[in-house]
């Protein structure tokens, strides 16, 4: 079992940065790709970016392609995003989920963290 939690939510102004950071419990970490999804309200869950075991495959949605980098330290069970040049329409409830693999799939995420919000201002 592996339990997730997220923090580094916030508001921000447009155009401003954030950084998102999602913490294991457990040694099991290194296991697990890891996924960031997100919710805003009245729409459904989508995929955000994932990042396979060792870091080598790394996924990316198309609307923050060039803008958000995923990245994680096995020795400190942590994954990160790097959200630059935000937009408004980033505004959202961030997850993020763990896989046995990296995939764009919700579906295919076992274990996730309870989100953190993250408001950017026009």
């Known amino acids: 079992q592996v339990q997730l939690v997220e923090s580094g939510g916030g508001l921000v102004q447009a155009g401003g940065s954030l950084r998102l950071s999602c913490t294991a419990s457990?040694?099991?970490?290194?296991?697990?790709?890891m996924g960031w999804f997100r919710q805003a309200p009245g729409k459904e869950r989508e995929f955000v970016a994932a990042?396979?075991?060792?870091?080598?495959?790394?996924y990316y949605a198309d609307s923050v392609k060039g803008r958000f980098i995923i990245s994680r330290d096995n020795t400190k069970n942590t994954a990160y995003l790097q959200m630059n040049s935000l937009k408004p329409e980033d505004t959202a409830v961030y997850y993020c989920a763990g896989s046995m693999v990296a995939t764009r799939a919700g579906s295919e995420y076992a274990y996730w963290g309870q989100g953190t919000q993250v408001t950017v201002s026009s």
């Open positions: 990042i396979s075991l060792g870091g080598g495959t790394i």
């Open positions: 457990g040694r099991a970490f290194g296991r697990y790709a």
